[in-house]
């Protein structure tokens, strides 16, 4: 099948898209500032087109057709009208409606121009990864018979100011291009199907990432993690045909000391999740190829921020197996040793994720002396329970982390709403006779996302003082049946790369509702 490339920038006067979308909220549109940048676009056609679209809460779109310039093709006009208000725990560039307006308007065949309504120029990179969340790489469909070969096609979007002028700024459109292939490369690692995408796949992966990067890779595969107390990686994996591994890939910035902030992002890589002898029933396990939807996000966002020479030191942790099922499938009532030096009674071979990230914390805390670490995984279901299927749902020991969370998640797109924190209420969960703990929860209806959380908690090292992040996205991972690239603008946020940019406080409230404003 054709590829469909991505393109950020100016406007080019040799563009001949078959379809040009003008997104923003009404009064943007209405403006002018986009419209001047449409040959043949006459105001009256325009006006009544906006009369015409009523946005609601979700966005809406209207179509017409525009006469070919010099005699050329002639051109459909989509207007992509996005909510004219947000609450304050959604984001203020109204990014689902963003991918989902282009989603619908720009599919098929041929080029398209997106020409986007921005506020101010830090929305330029969260709009990017909206876009490009609209436009997965991964395609499995067969030519059928007769059919031509499609020619490649390209979405080219330019930002434009509302005095009417372009984003030009190359430092703001490296950090699109940088970000759109971060989350088009996450959201391909989840979607490739799991004979494609095994353990061993994702690892050359990684590895080829830090290759392009220059950046160190550490790889720990196979019984070398046994050998070496990798205990919960270990045991999630050891029953597949393509063996486990544990990747570390670590960028230093130019100039760091020891004062530059140290940042450690784990990801859950369930490369394959059959709920182990805990077997995923009734049609549960469909879907399961997106359980490295942490790992992939992950990896995108830490692709885009070293190539956009973020300024902390940066360590990746990649937590790979694939929870099959065999002679060597770990069972209820073993006994697993982590990394952390705690040992875990399994009561449910299908609660493998939190196994992994255990391993992934605690060598993160007890080498890489970081300041804050996160962890990002497809958790739990009961996440989409708690939050939603747009909002992760994020864990923090130290309520600035938190805060920085949410203000990320609004900045970004990939919107994240806290969890109860309260490890003391939540620990008796995991209580075990026989060993450190049991993996997971003896209640189900007690708050079962903050329980995987707290139980990852536990694994960090003794002395560590610093910040922890959780972060479940089980349910913004996908959509309808793609992944989404989720982490990747959400990281970028965090961390807040200057190509990227954090929004100003002002920017996020004065777009919600007034009476619906947090502090």
Not at 204 to 218: E, I, R
Not at 336 to 356: F, H, M, P, Q, W
């Amino acid at each position: 099948m054709a590829m469909t490339n991505l393109e950020v920038g100016p406007c080019k006067a040799t563009d001949s898209p078959k379809v040009v979308v003008l997104v923003g909220k009404k009064a943007a549109i209405a403006g002018g500032g986009l419209a001047k940048h449409v040959p043949s676009m006459d105001s009256s056609v325009l006006q009544t087109m906006l009369e015409e679209v009523k946005p609601g809460d979700n966005g809406a779109s209207t179509s017409t057709w525009l006469p070919g310039t010099g005699g050329g093709p002639a051109t459909r006009l989509v207007l992509a009208v996005l909510p004219d208000k947000v609450s304050r725990h959604n984001s203020p560039i109204c990014s689902h409606s963003i991918t989902s307006l282009i989603q619908k308007e720009a599919g098929g065949k041929g080029d398209v121009r997106v020409l986007a309504a921005i506020d101010e120029e830090s929305a330029v990179g969260p709009v990017a990864c909206a876009v490009a969340k609209a436009f997965p790489l991964f395609n499995g469909k067969s030519k059928a018979e007769g059919e031509d070969e499609e020619a490649e096609r390209t979405i080219r979007t330019s930002f434009v100011k509302a005095d009417g002028s372009e984003v030009t700024e190359e430092l703001r459109l490296a950090g699109a291009r940088a970000a759109m292939g971060g989350v088009r490369r996450a959201a391909n690692i989840a979607d490739t199907p799991p004979e494609e995408m095994t353990a061993e796949a994702l690892v050359q992966q990684a590895t080829d990432v830090a290759k392009a990067l220059g950046v160190k890779a550490t790889v720990i595969r196979g019984p070398e993690l046994d050998a070496k107390g990798y205990g919960g990686i270990w045991g999630v994996g050891k029953a597949a045909e393509s063996p486990p591994g544990l990747v570390i890939l670590s960028y230093e910035p130019e100039g760091a000391t020891d004062a530059t902030e140290t940042v450690c992002l784990v990801g859950k890589g369930i490369m394959y999740d059959t709920g182990g002898l805990s077997l995923k029933i009734s049609g549960a396990m469909c879907g399961m190829k997106h359980d490295n939807g942490g790992a992939a996000g992950l990896l995108g966002a830490f692709e885009a921020a070293v190539s956009l020479k973020a300024e902390q030191r940066l360590h990746l942790l990649l937590c790979i197996a694939e929870n099959a099922i065999g002679p060597k499938a770990m069972r209820n009532d073993d006994i697993l040793k982590c990394y952390s030096g705690k040992t875990v009674e399994i009561n449910n071979t299908d609660a493998e994720g939190r196994l992994v990230l255990a391993d992934g914390v605690a060598h993160a805390t007890k080498h890489l002396s970081p300041n804050l670490v996160v962890d990002m995984a497809t958790l739990t279901g009961a996440q989409m329970i708690s939050t939603g299927k747009k909002h992760a749902a994020i864990l923090a020991n130290q309520e600035d982390v938190e805060l920085r969370a949410v203000r990320a998640g609004r900045h970004s797109g990939d919107l994240a709403h806290p969890l109860v924190y309260a490890p003391e209420l939540f620990k008796d969960e995991f209580k075990s006779k026989v060993a450190d703990m049991k993996n997971s929860v003896k209640d189900r209806m007690n708050a079962q996302s903050s329980c995987a959380g707290t139980f990852i908690e536990q694994h960090l090292a003794k002395d560590y003082t610093g910040g922890w992040l959780h972060v479940d996205m089980a349910g913004p991972s996908t959509a309808d049946e793609r992944g989404t690239g989720y982490g990747v603008g959400f990281i970028l946020s965090l961390l807040k790369v200057k190509a990227f940019a954090e929004a100003s406080r002002q920017y996020l409230v004065s777009r919600s509702i007034p009476d619906a404003i947090g502090h």
